[in-house]
T-cell receptor, first 115, second 115 residues
Framework: DTGVSQNPRHKITKRGQNVTFRCDPI?????LYWYRQTLGQGPEFLTY????????KSRLLSDRFSAERPKGSFSTLEIQRTEQGDSAMYLC?????????????FGDGTRLSIL | GNSVTQMEGPVTLSEEAFLTINCTYT??????LFWYVQYPGEGLQLLLK?????DKGSNKGFEATYRKETTSFHLEKGSVQVSDSAVYFC??????????????FGEGTQLTVNP
């Protein structure tokens, strides 16, 4: 049973550059979530997909952020024109569609550092 | 809106001590409640869950009971081990919202267990 996989594990970039992260969910999971976690805080919801449809976006997701899940399998999260405040851990999670009791399974995250 | 409040940390205990981490919540609907654990450098792992009032979730010696009357979901363990050292997050999914099962997390509690 392979879990949720995220790449890269770490990303260091200069302010103003674009970055893209990838998430591969558990294969039979049709829901996929992105969260952001800053140091010493709990994760905050960014967006989620059911299959290939992006059904909800948080107000935290500015227009510099875009997420896709083109074939309902893996997902990418892109940040354009990165800013210092984007430095955080970006977590991906997946779950089965169903009622809200279905637990979300998390990857190990991508840590983004903006120089 | 929804929110989760955890006891202030960090918490430092000796091995075999009793653990309680307090968690209270505010939800507009009827939430499911979760505890997640995060080890250093890793993503979040589901520890236990409870989906309705008076349910008790348990796993690996940890327990938490869903108390609707006090809107609480306190985490307990009778005898902690050094390997339990981690950050613990209380979280909810509010079934009353059309929120796609987004998780709302508390700020986390750092637990350190000394030999």
């Amino acid at each position: 049973d392979t879990g949720v996989s995220q790449n890269p594990r770490h990303k260091i970039t200069k302010r103003g550059q674009n970055v893209t992260f990838r998430c591969d969910p558990i294969s039979e999971h049709n829901r996929l979530y992105w969260y952001r976690q800053t140091l010493g805080q709990g994760p905050e919801f960014l967006t989620y997909f059911q299959n290939e449809a992006q059904l909800e976006k948080s107000r935290l997701l500015s227009d510099r952020f875009s997420a896709e899940r083109p074939k309902g399998s893996f997902s990418t999260l892109e940040i354009q024109r990165t800013e210092q405040g984007d430095s955080a851990m970006y977590l991906c999670a997946s779950s089965l569609r169903g009622n809200s009791n279905q637990p979300q399974h998390f990857g190990d995250g991508t840590r983004l550092s903006i120089l | 809106g929804n929110s989760v409040t955890q006891m202030e940390g960090p918490v430092t205990l000796s091995e075999e001590a009793f653990l309680t981490i307090n968690c209270t919540y505010t939800a507009t609907g009827y939430p499911s409640l979760f505890w997640y654990v995060q080890y250093p450098g890793e993503g979040l792992q589901l520890l236990l869950k409870a989906t309705k009032a008076d349910d008790k979730g348990s796993n690996k010696g940890f327990e938490a009971t869903y108390r609707k009357e006090t809107t609480s979901f306190h985490l307990e363990k009778g005898s902690v081990q050094v390997s339990d050292s981690a950050v613990y997050f209380c979280a909810l999914v509010d079934r009353g919202e059309t929120s796609g099962s987004r998780l709302t997390f508390g700020e986390g509690t750092q637990l350190t267990v000394n030999p």
